[in-house]
């Protein structure tokens, strides 16, 4: 079984300045990755995902995570918010297991952008 | 592709009366999922189905809940009776059938029990 902790509840930022959210994982096994957001009366959308490969992962609207398997973590970064970033934030984490398609969630970084 | 698409948007009713919602996944997924949001307990996994077999169903709370999915594009999640405390969003997401492909979200249904 894994877990996820997002270790920000509440994060205020400046218009144009840099965010970081920061998620840990615990699993016995080898993990999936993946980072949603979700705007006011929507559902979670996909921001990005890691599966393998480069510990950087690039994922759309300017934010990227970067996977550190030795502190089990994957942060959310993006070097210049817009007001329209204000939104909640989701880590999530899958085992590698063919049979096993659940995903865990982290409790949410909500992020809220003011000019 | 239209996405995964949830029916009702918003219900409202009182304490005791059945609730259905419903969910029709995206074409070509072979996997289902049922969430429940709360302020209090975030987002919690009640029930999935794999190519229409619910696989994992500890997630639900007690017997008032049950879900079904008699075909490949639709799925009802229903509360009979229902409680207040059942007040929450409920999600639904579908994907395909591997581990490393991620969950598409309908929009969800806001629940409110009187």
């Known amino acids: 079984a894994q877990s996820v902790t997002q270790l920000d509840s509440q994060v205020p930022v400046f218009e144009e300045a840099p965010v970081e959210l920061r998620c840990n994982y615990s699993s016995s096994v080898s993990v999936y990755l993946f980072w949603y957001v979700q705007y006011p009366n929507q559902g979670l959308q996909l921001l990005l995902k890691?599966?393998?490969?480069?510990?950087l992962v690039k994922g759309i609207n300017g934010f990227e995570a970067e996977f550190n398997k030795s502190q089990t973590s994957f942060h959310l970064r993006k070097p210049s918010v817009h007001i329209s970033d204000t939104a909640e934030y989701f880590c999530a984490v899958s085992d590698q297991d063919i049979n096993d398609y659940k995903l865990s969630f982290g409790a949410g970084t909500t992020v809220t952008v003011r000019a | 592709d239209a996405g995964v698409i949830q029916s009702p948007r918003h219900e409202v009713t009182e304490m005791g009366q059945e609730v259905t919602l419903r969910c029709k996944p995206i074409s070509g997924h072979n996997s289902l999922f049922w969430y429940r949001q709360t302020m209090m307990r975030g987002l919690e996994l009640l029930i999935y189905f794999n190519n229409n077999v619910p696989i994992d169903d500890s997630g639900m709370p007690e017997d008032r809940f049950s879900a079904k999915m008699p075909n490949a594009s639709f799925s009802t999640l229903k509360i009979q009776p229902s409680e207040p405390r059942d007040s929450a969003v409920y999600f639904c997401?579908?994907?395909?059938?591997?581990?490393?492909?991620?969950?598409?979200f309908g929009d969800g249904t806001r629940l409110s029990i009187l």
């Open positions: 997401a579908s994907s395909s059938d591997r581990g490393n492909q991620p969950q598409h």
């Open positions: 890691y599966l393998s490969g480069s510990t």
